[in-house]
């Protein structure tokens, strides 16, 4: 058998199809109960990770035109969330990380799209391979709960049911009734990303809803909180439902919206709607549910 080299993976962004939000909880770290539908939408960033020599320790190479705060020269690359799950997958497994990681951002940063959660999950999965470990879901999922709320969902994509603070995650297979519900109340196929250059902090954004709630009919409770914040992504939200989206909505804590497009003429109304009044600063076409892919590349 040939020993892996290189392995890249192309990991989803996710957006919350439903997201409801209990109490928080002091021994969760102040995190809030949740009951969700995750939904990962086909908007990548890839990770790929190459060995070392034994000793060398760890590198990371971002790589992309919006890497937001992580473009700025205080990021501490040791706090990325893709060296941290390094760092808890070689504990876990008793290897020494030596590990080149690079990033190609495309998700948008601190968007509640969980960029760095796909980030973590991606060098996850990558490390699975190039240390063939072979360990099964459930023991990655472990290892990314204790870095993360959204990153054991981010590990397999697709659609799946989030409860606890969100990391436990029950899959929704694309054959069960579940599935083809989302599908039929239009939860599928094409959508646009309307991005932003702002971006929200999550713990403020729960700090928020702490204060003023969730909206009437709201089926993502932080959208109130979002909105208040940034108040664009209302704009967008509206002139997505005027023109014809089947959904429209804050992803997770925002500010980016999810709009799905059932129809190429309802995709160009509501992109000719966002560029008209500006209500977002990019528009990113995507499809949802989608996966992760894991290629590798081994020694000659
Ligand atoms: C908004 C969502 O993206 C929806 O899926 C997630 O709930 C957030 O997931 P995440 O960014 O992976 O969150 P974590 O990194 O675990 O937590 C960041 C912070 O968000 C807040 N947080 C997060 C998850 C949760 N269930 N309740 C919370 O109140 C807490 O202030 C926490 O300190
Ligand atoms: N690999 C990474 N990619 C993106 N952000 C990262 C990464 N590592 C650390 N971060 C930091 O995490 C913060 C949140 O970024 P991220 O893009 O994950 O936000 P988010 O999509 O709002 O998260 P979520 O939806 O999971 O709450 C940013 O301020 C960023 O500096």
Known sequence: MSTPVTVSVDCPAKTNLTLEVGPSHAE???RHELDTIYCAVSLTDTVTATAKPAGAGFSLDLAGEHLGDLASSSSDMRRNHAVLALFAMAEAAGREPDVALTIEKRIP???????????AAATILALNALWELDWPLDRLREVAATLGADMPFCVAGGYAHGTGYGE????IPDDSDAARALREQGYAGSLLVGAYQAQLSTPEVYGEFDVVGAGDGDRNHLQKAAVSLHP???TAIREALAAGATHAFVSGS?????????????RRDVIA????SKAVDRIIAAEAPAAPSVSVTVAR
Do not use: Q
Not at 168 to 171: A, G, H, L, M, R
């Open 28 to 30: 969760w770290g102040g």
């Open 109 to 119: 940063v601190g968007a509640g799209l969980a960029g760095g959660s796909a980030d």
């Open 168 to 171: 436990i995650i029950e899959t």
């Open 232 to 234: 664009r992504s209302g």
């Open 254 to 266: 925002g500010p980016s919206v999810v709009a799905f497009t059932p129809t190429p003429a309802i």
């Open 273 to 276: 709607a966002w560029e008209r």
